[in-house]
């Protein structure tokens, strides 16, 4: 599978997951508990098979960079939270940031 499919799949893991933890309830909701747990292990799972053939600081940024952004955009779109300017010029920043680095070739 092509790696930058793989890491895609880390990241919408790991983005699944961190929206799951907000509906465990301190872990004492069975399916999002359950959502958690897998998604974070389909996630570091998924990097690891990606570390084997990308650069550690290009993956982990991405991976975290990606995440990052589309945790904030979810809590924006999806949760009603506060869309300000500055937000949504930080987010603009991580997202230029992830793509700077992928056309770099630093990897």
């Known amino acids: 599978m092509p790696v930058w499919v793989l890491l895609s799949f880390a990241i919408v893991s790991e983005v699944a997951a961190t929206v799951a933890l907000r509906y465990t309830e301190g872990f004492s909701r069975l399916v999002p508990s359950v959502v958690v747990v897998v998604g974070y292990g389909a996630s570091f799972v998924l990097l690891a098979l990606v570390l084997q053939r990308l650069s550690l600081g290009v993956t982990y940024a991405i991976?975290?960079?990606a995440g990052t952004a589309l945790i904030a955009a979810f809590g924006m779109l999806a949760?009603?939270?506060?869309a300000t300017p500055l937000k949504l010029a930080s987010l603009g920043l991580v997202i230029a940031g992830v793509i700077g680095l992928n056309l770099s070739g630093a990897h």
């Open 79 to 82: 949760l009603g939270e506060e």
């Open 63 to 65: 991976w975290a960079g």
